[in-house]
């Protein structure tokens, strides 16, 4: 589900760019940006942490039960 994005400041409409001077850049179909020009590339967090298997549970003395 995606997010409301609130936005809070002036926005530009399609319109109103190219009316003050700017340009639509349209590329060639099946172009890719050279890999030296990339600066940065998007990689997922790292995930939790694995709870350890060997990790001895916890039992309390009175009612004998895992805590």
């Known amino acids: 589900m995606a ?3 609130n936005i809070t400041g ?6 109103e760019y190219l ?5 639509v850049t349209v590329c060639p179909p099946c172009t890719v940006t050279d890999p030296e020009l990339i600066v940065h590339s998007w990689k997922p ?3 939790r ?3 350890d298997e060997h990790t001895p ?3 309390d ?3 004998g039960l895992v805590v």
Do not use: C
């Open 49 to 51: 942490k694995k709870a």
């Open 45 to 47: 967090k790292r995930g």
């Open 3 to 5: 997010r409301n994005k």
């Open 61 to 63: 003395p009175d009612t």
């Open 57 to 59: 549970k916890k039992v």
């Open 10 to 15: 002036p926005t530009e409409t399609v319109e």
């Open 19 to 23: 009316a003050r001077g700017g340009n």
